[in-house]
């Protein structure tokens, strides 16, 4: 097999552990000289590649490959941008081609989320229409978990440890002032369809009483009065309540508490605020002193909190997307399986991204107690493996170290082309 170059790129919002699986995929391809050569990343994610913006990652250091495993945020830059339908827009794929054709790239690896699949299945079909020898490799990552087949998605892990701690933080504070002060507080946490991060916080409390008290998932529809009067039962009861609120709350007739009005560029209706919503409706409804707080980008980027789990297998994935590639694998996805629940046991295993594309995995209903506002043991057993063990970062004057990558720009060879 003759010596080619690959090309990386990061796609949608980034995780803490998304840099673990570049650096897998990275070190995967340097043990491969004698089929892969240079290693260049795409800045900004496929626009990069579209813009024939892109990085020469051979320029790295090992050291600086290898602290990317406990670096959070996107490296190399990431965006939202979701190529369109082939037949109407062939001309951005078309482009993607002929960048991959003048730097000699025939392996892509596009680590992102069900969009991103989509992408890279789309990339893979044209490239052999247009007969050029390309192998298209996705590798998941999305702190929603709502990727199929694969057990977990990378970067749930990690955001589950920090909303589930921070639940478990936040309720003591609350538990020791309610006598006098706040009744309610509201935790918001991400999710659109899929209430998988809203669950992670119901880890932190073990049986009835215990915070949080009311967990408000995508997949149940919000019932003002229902969820009042369960709040007014869990102060009167316990003396405050807990709340974790998914962004993606709605209402019976599909409507986001919290819809913003707009999309975003992956066409997503764009989402803020229901945490206050809710807190609103604490206030107008039952009068008790509340506080509220939106975990927000602190959630997907606390790398100091990462689950030691969810960095394994992060960087397992990145590798494996490299030894999928050099084994011939075209428009695959290396996938996690569950091998044990207790001890909890995983491998890596392919899937093909005709059954990943633009697909979700919803929480199933037997992961949700009856009256829809906790989680059941089920549940329980499922999520607690993803977030034990530790991976802490090295610190250095009392902060963690992060990999500073140089970023060299690689020479165009190509006319400018216009998004």
Same mark, same amino acid.
């Given at each position: 097999?003759?010596?080619?170059?690959?090309?990386?790129?990061?796609?949608?919002?980034?995780?803490?552990?998304?840099?673990?699986?570049?650096?897998?995929?990275?070190?995967?391809?340097?043990?491969?000289?004698?089929?892969?050569?240079?290693?260049?990343?795409? /800045?900004?994610?496929?626009?990069?590649?579209?813009?024939?913006?892109?990085?020469?990652?051979?320029?790295?250091?090992?050291?600086?490959?290898?602290?990317?495993?406990?670096?959070?945020?996107?490296?190399?830059?990431?965006? /939202?941008?979701?190529?369109?339908?082939?037949?109407?827009? /062939?001309?951005?794929?078309?482009?993607?081609?002929?960048?991959?054709?003048?730097?000699?790239? $025939?392996?892509?690896?596009?680590?992102?989320?069900?969009?991103?699949?989509?992408?890279?299945?789309?990339?893979?079909?044209?490239?052999?229409?247009?007969?050029?020898?390309?192998?298209?490799?996705?590798?998941?990552?999305?702190?929603?978990?709502?990727?199929?087949?694969?057990?977990?998605?990378?970067?749930?892990?990690?955001?589950?440890?920090?909303?589930?701690?921070?639940?478990?933080?936040?309720?003591?504070?609350?538990?020791?002032?309610?006598?006098?002060?706040?009744?309610?507080?509201?935790?918001?946490?991400?999710?659109?369809?899929?209430?998988?991060?809203?669950?992670?916080?119901?880890?932190?409390?073990?049986?009835?009483?215990?915070?949080?008290?009311?967990?408000?998932?995508?997949?149940?529809?919000?019932? $003002?009065?229902?969820?009042?009067?369960?709040?007014?039962?869990?102060? /009167?009861?316990?003396?405050?309540?807990?709340?974790?609120?998914?962004?993606?709350?709605?209402?019976?007739?599909?409507?986001? +508490?919290?819809?913003?009005?707009?999309?975003?560029?992956?066409?997503? $209706?764009?989402?803020?605020?229901?945490?206050?919503?809710?807190?609103?409706?604490?206030?107008?409804? %039952?009068?008790?002193?509340?506080?509220?707080?939106?975990?927000?980008? %602190?959630?997907?980027?606390?790398?100091?909190?990462?689950?030691?789990?969810?960095?394994?297998?992060?960087?397992?994935?990145?590798?494996?997307?490299?030894?999928?590639? +050099?084994?011939?694998?075209?428009?695959?996805?290396?996938?996690?399986? $569950?091998?044990?629940?207790?001890?909890?046991?995983?491998?890596?295993?392919?899937?093909?991204?005709?059954?990943?594309?633009?697909?979700?995995?919803?929480?199933?209903?037997?992961?949700?107690?009856?009256?829809?506002?906790?989680?059941?043991?089920?549940?329980?057993?499922?999520?607690?493996? %993803?977030?034990?063990?530790?991976?802490?970062?090295?610190?250095?004057?009392?902060?963690?170290?992060?990999?500073?990558? =140089?970023?060299?720009?690689?020479?165009? =060879?190509?006319?400018?082309?216009?998004?």
């Amino acid at each position: 097999m003759a010596q080619h170059n690959a090309f990386y790129a990061q796609s949608g919002g980034v995780t803490a552990v998304i840099n673990a699986s570049a650096c897998g995929v990275i070190e995967a391809c340097r043990e491969a000289p004698e089929h892969i050569g240079k290693v260049y990343a795409g /800045r900004n994610g496929i626009i990069g590649a579209l813009t024939e913006d892109l990085i020469d990652v051979s320029q790295e250091s090992d050291e600086t490959i290898a602290a990317l495993r406990h670096t959070p945020g996107g490296a190399f830059g990431s965006c /939202r941008y979701k190529l369109k339908d082939i037949d109407t827009h /062939r001309a951005q794929y078309e482009r993607l081609i002929e960048v991959f054709k003048a730097h000699d790239i $025939r392996y892509f690896f596009y680590n992102g989320g069900g969009d991103s699949a989509d992408t890279c299945l789309k990339v893979s079909q044209l490239s052999e229409k247009m007969g050029y020898p390309l192998t298209a490799i996705h590798v998941p990552k999305t702190v929603d978990n709502d990727l199929p087949i694969t057990d977990c998605s990378p970067g749930f892990g990690s955001v589950a440890k920090y909303i589930a701690t921070s639940t478990l933080e936040a309720s003591l504070d609350i538990a020791s002032m309610c006598a006098t002060s706040t009744k309610v507080f509201v935790l918001e946490v991400m999710g659109r369809h899929a209430g998988w991060i809203a669950a992670a916080g119901g880890l932190a409390g073990q049986g009835e009483g215990e915070p949080p008290h009311v967990i408000i998932f995508p997949e149940i529809a919000f019932d $003002r009065e229902a969820v009042m009067a369960r709040v007014e039962y869990c102060v /009167r009861e316990y003396g405050y309540c807990v709340m974790v609120v998914s962004e993606g709350a709605r209402y019976e007739d599909g409507t986001f +508490l919290a819809d913003a009005g707009n999309t975003d560029a992956f066409g997503h $209706r764009q989402l803020g605020g229901v945490a206050p919503t809710v807190a609103g409706m604490v206030k107008q409804d %039952l009068g008790y002193k509340y506080h509220w707080a939106v975990a927000d980008y %602190l959630q997907r980027a606390a790398r100091h909190l990462a689950s030691k789990t969810d960095v394994e297998q992060a960087y397992a994935v990145g590798r494996e997307a490299v030894a999928l590639a +050099l084994a011939g694998k075209n428009s695959m996805m290396p996938a996690i399986r $569950r091998l044990s629940p207790s001890p909890y046991q995983w491998d890596v295993i392919s899937a093909p991204l005709a059954k990943i594309a633009n697909r979700e995995t919803f929480m199933p209903r037997d992961f949700i107690s009856e009256n829809g506002f906790g989680i059941t043991q089920a549940c329980r057993d499922h999520l607690s493996p %993803l977030i034990q063990g530790e991976d802490f970062p090295p610190f250095k004057n009392g902060l963690p170290v992060v990999a500073k990558p =140089r970023l060299e720009k690689v020479d165009k =060879r190509l006319p400018e082309f216009t998004l």
